[in-house]
DNA sequence: TCTGATATGCTCAGAATGAGCATAGGGGGA
DNA sequence: TCCCCCTATGCTCATTCTGAGCATATCAGA
């Protein structure tokens, strides 16, 4: 069997504090149209490097031209591509974080919301509903489902970890543990999708369960590309507490409210807007321009510029969460 | 140009206080033997994961059964191995990180000091004298070696920057940006080699100095595999502040002090001991079990364990490091 | 028994954090 | 015109966390 490298875009943007990825259409089962994620080959004998693969494709195929841009993980589990059943190479995919101002793209390329693909990331506007009503009582049953009284006590303890229930407190970055237990409880359409077409080679390690449960309402995606995406979520969501990587998605002047939105989108929580503003101007991430924006709706806002200069002054600034605690209760 | 997948381990361990890491003897140029990463292909018809194929080639090479394993970076620039210049495939390799408390290997493995590797990243006795006496005398002059005046400024603050002088503070995780500049300014033998090696394909790029400057008294690695290296320890240092990773190099009971130990020596730096304590013990990570250790020196510690409840009582505890800040001065 | 270790408990000042009150200064509508 | 609604911005305050150090406990060995 052959191994075929290729390289996967996480493209993101924020606008009216909607967090975007960008997606293309993938024919699906049944002639459905799924969500892919933007896929390139490398190719070896032209791309110095694999972000410079990465950039490359991405330009021809959506005319978008790639800024920041980080790697995120490589993904090689067999089976992530179906057509390897019949025979086709094993695909492994060293999937790319990219963050972006602009919006506008050629071809079929599309922007979503990326709370669409996870509708129990969103808690701006409190626990999200879904939790209560349909996540925890599948769990619910998945947990009963185990045969072993000691398996259902580790379901148990995970689902409540990744999930934040049983008086555990949220973890916003758990994007992907979240994701992956949802799939092992055949709760998203793709964990039965996979079934079925990797012709139960996975079945044996991961038996479905007998009834099959409500799925969840969330939007699913082609391969393991919504696997990706949670990664990259979780990634970012991390990544701004100790780098000031949110600049990358902000115009180059913005009001403290705009920067505090953009944060709150990622990060999928309100802020206190006073304790926010603190912080990111006693840590010297931005500077006043002294121009103002009068489209607040309120008194008018001063506009302020990201200070490239914070990088060099201390070791790892980041924009601030709460909460954010290494130890201790 | 075929692509062809490698999988390469950075296996730590930590004994008397010495973090170490598993590397095996490789032909280098001349003859003479280098140190090398441990390195095993992916057997894509039967390896079911990346991670799994890691640990079958390491088991079958050393003997050693790895426990905790993380994906590192996957390495995939042109000519990271010379043998592409002859025409032989793009060496494309996932590396990995695992963590390990055995220390007995099969084989011609050994276990190494990876101090050895940077010696200017152990401040555990105060700064290193390497950095005052050869490292900023070296970069001053590379600094200087630059034509342009505003290059000249960039290669001052990113020197300023990654190495913490000018008064610009340490940071202990820029272990992989330390690295790079030190090979960009040619005062690493791998810098040579690599130029030697390739034929001057990357000679347009990235131009040697006229004069052959000192090379820094530290320890090559064969390949990429030093940057690889500094990859992990860069990774590690900043994965044990918020996860409780360093538990998977002790020993199932241990003193407060033998933990202190073991951090100190991935991060580099002494820490304040109370406070070290202090931190651990409220933050719920350890457990006391009422035995004690009187191999001390004097007055018996308690032996403990760690707590793994831990984990699902709070979202992100690690152990603990000074000066570990997001935002703010 | 004294000395030299390390272990462990405790204090205290300064900094950071979370929450909220109060005032400023726009625009739009009565 | 003036009032009201809205967001911006400044400031306070109690609580918690952090960094640093002092003091005491308990062992081994001289």
Redesign the pocket.
Known sequence: MRVELGLNAVIVAVTEEVPRILTVPRSGPAEALEDALPFGPLEPDTDRTLDLGLRRWVREQTGLELGYVEQLYTFGDRYREPRETQGGPRGVTVAYLALVREVSVRRDARWRDWYEFFPWEDWRSGRPEVIDRAIAPALDAWVKSSPEPHLRQARRQRADIVFGLGGVGWDGERVLERYELLYEAYLVPEAWRDRAETGGAAEKRRPAPRERPELLPSRPMAFDHRRILATALGRLRGKIKYRPVVFELLPPTF????LQRVVEALAGVRL????F???V??GGLVEGTGR?D?Q???????LFVFRREVLRERPAPGV?L????????
């Open positions: 009001t403290l409210l705009q206190h807007k006073q304790n503003r603190r912080l101007e006693t103002q009068s607040t709706g309120g008194r008018p806002a001063e601030g709460p909460g954010v605690r290494r130890a201790v209760s």
